[in-house]
T-cell receptor, first 116, second 116 residues
Framework: DVKVTQSSRYLVKRTGEKVFLECVQD?????MFWYRQDPGLGLRLIYFSYDVKMKEKGDIPEGYSVSREKKERFSLILESASTNQTSMYLCASSFTWDDRGHYEQYFGPGTRLTVT | AQKITQTQPGMFVQEKEAVTLDCTYDTSDPSYGLFWYKQPSSGEMIFLIYQGSYDQQNATEGRYSLNFQKARKSANLVISASQLGDSAMYFCAMRVFNQAGTALIFGKGTTLSVSS
């Protein structure tokens, strides 16, 4: 089974703190993604990566950065946390195509971050 | 612009009844894929079903089927014989391509409540 793990299920941080959210996948997937989920807004893509040391901005990258030093690990960094970054953060990974000829993303359990 | 629209914030159904969750999409790309994910209250995202734009037949996975109407740009999820465990948030998503590769865009979700 594909396993995508996230370092914390719940996290509480103070405004201005630097926050690291870690994601690890064990299926040798090339692609990794970070989303945030807010009520009424669905999932919005923050950043994604198609290879080690490579990153691409998603729809809402402002206030975030990422790091991918190893293929299995993709980190989301909040340089200076703000209250409007309180949200559920979901990590996902995928092959470009799987052996059924289609594309699927596998998600981690999510991290619920509260910034006070 | 590429977009996924789910117009039903909430749906209510009785056990054993069938229910249709609506999804419309917008893309000018001739090759695309459409997905449905389920998110129970525990937060994990569970892949349900996939439909490729060139697939001739509607996708089915157990009690789930995808009613794909290409001309209308709709990809509705049909759940037959609803169960209490189907109560969850459901997201429709579409695979999109950009210069860097492929990603998913999500709708805002529909909350399904199944009662006994």
């Amino acid at each position: 089974d594909v396993k995508v793990t996230q370092s914390s299920r719940y996290l509480v941080k103070r405004t201005g703190e630097k926050v690291f959210l870690e994601c690890v996948q064990d299926m040798d997937h090339e692609n990794m993604f970070w989303y945030r989920q807010d009520p009424g807004l669905g999932l919005r893509l923050i950043y994604f990566s198609y290879d080690v040391k490579m990153k691409e901005k998603g729809d809402i990258p402002e206030g975030y950065s990422v790091s991918r030093e190893k293929k299995e690990r993709f980190s989301l960094i909040l340089e200076s946390a703000s209250t409007n970054q309180t949200s559920m953060y979901l990590c996902a990974s995928s092959f470009t195509w799987d052996d059924r000829g289609h594309y699927e993303q596998y998600f981690g359990p999510g991290t619920r971050l509260t910034v006070t | 612009a590429q977009k996924i629209t789910q117009t039903q914030p909430g749906m209510f159904v009785q056990e054993k009844e069938a229910v249709t969750l609506d999804c419309t999409y917008d893309t000018s790309d001739p090759s695309y894929g459409l997905f449905w994910y389920k998110q129970p209250s525990s937060g994990e995202m569970i892949f349900l079903i996939y439909q490729g734009s060139y697939d001739q037949q509607n996708a089915t996975e157990g009690r789930y089927s995808l009613n794909f109407q290409k001309a209308r740009k709709s990809a509705n999820l049909v759940i037959s014989a609803s169960q209490l465990g189907d109560s969850a948030m459901y997201f429709c998503a579409m695979r999109v391509f950009n210069q860097a590769g492929t990603a998913l865009i999500f709708g805002k979700g529909t909350t399904l409540s199944v009662s006994s």
